[in-house]
């Protein structure tokens, strides 16, 4: 499994890493979800993401991953949900926080981000101060924005944060032309978030009510030529490889796709001509296109 530095947070992580919405289904059973971590594992995947709104993961992360082996990143989102506390508050983060070591079973999370909040929301008095509390306690070790468009142009440049998430694929790369370079530029850890973009050449007919139609529609206005190569290879190592990104969450249950994915990204980045090909025409068709959140 190709590693690399989390920017300049002293982290190592898994160029891979489980994106873990679907792992806190409820539907998923128990021993399917200890399958999924524990082959994700051996895999060599060390970057493990959750957050409040996914259902049962931080708790089966904890329950599964209880020992904490050495070298996994675990790494959640909040602001929101906590007990007894207005969500977007001070009072949230803090809570959250608490709450979410808990359910993980750890003395310390990893990389907590503020959860795709607008930038009216980031802005308010006193949240930031929240993990700023909780980092100099020791509750957390990097604090972090999991967000788009604005709000993360915002974020790279506040001096708390030392990583960021994003949307990063073939179809959404709206984060690469400007916030990516200079969260690299600042020394942040950077996080592609759906780097399948939902996988939308997987149907030929426009998927309604699905999260996939967004880039099915951006699939075709793209037209891309793909070459030789497999969707899911291109769209993984574009992502993957693109610059200032440390590693991609890849969501799934399945561990022949997370074995899959770990394959194609042993072929390392793509050809420099084939990049630039993407980016030329996602510049020439989407250029007013915002971040999908």
């Known amino acids: 499994m190709r590693r690399s530095t989390f920017g300049e947070t002293g ?7 489980l994106g873990c919405g679907a792992l806190g289904d409820a539907r998923l059973g128990e021993r399917e979800a200890e399958r999924l971590l524990l082959g994700a594992l051996d895999l060599g995947v060390t970057f493990f993401d959750a957050a409040r709104s996914y259902g049962l993961a ?20 909040g602001g929101y949900g906590a007990s007894g506390a207005e969500d977007w508050t001070p009072l949230a983060v803090t809570r959250g926080i608490d709450e979410a070591l808990a359910r993980l079973r750890a003395d310390r999370i990893d990389v907590f981000h503020l959860h795709s909040c607008p930038l009216e929301v980031l802005r308010r008095e006193g949240l930031l101060d929240a993990l ?24 790279v440049g506040a001096p708390v944060f030392g990583s960021v998430q994003c949307s990063v694929s073939v179809f ?10 200079r969260a690299r530029a600042r020394g942040l850890g950077a996080v592609a978030k759906r780097p399948l973009g939902n996988a939308p050449w997987r149907f030929a007919d426009r998927p309604e009510g ?25 769209a993984l190592r574009f992502a ?21 994915a770990a394959r194609h990204l042993d072929d390392g980045p793509l050809p420099d001509d084939v990049v630039a090909r993407l980016r030329a025409r996602f510049d020439a068709v989407g250029a007013a296109w915002p971040a999908r959140i």
């Open 11 to 17: 982290l190592e992580v898994s160029r891979l890493g």
């Open 58 to 77: 931080e708790e089966r992360l904890g329950r599964h991953l209880g020992s904490r082996p050495d070298g996994v990143v675990l790494s959640t989102k």
């Open 132 to 155: 700023e509390r909780a980092r100099a306690a020791g509750k957390i070790r990097v604090a972090a924005y999991a967000g788009d468009n604005d709000a993360l142009a915002w974020a």
């Open 172 to 181: 959404d790369q709206h984060a690469l032309r400007e916030s990516l370079p």
């Open 210 to 234: 699905t999260d996939a139609a967004f880039s099915w529609d951006r699939m075709r206005a793209l037209a891309v030529d793909r070459g030789p190569l497999a969707w899911d290879a291109l």
């Open 240 to 260: 993957a490889f693109a610059p200032g990104v440390s590693c991609v969450a890849l969501g799934t249950t399945s561990l022949d796709h997370l074995r899959a």
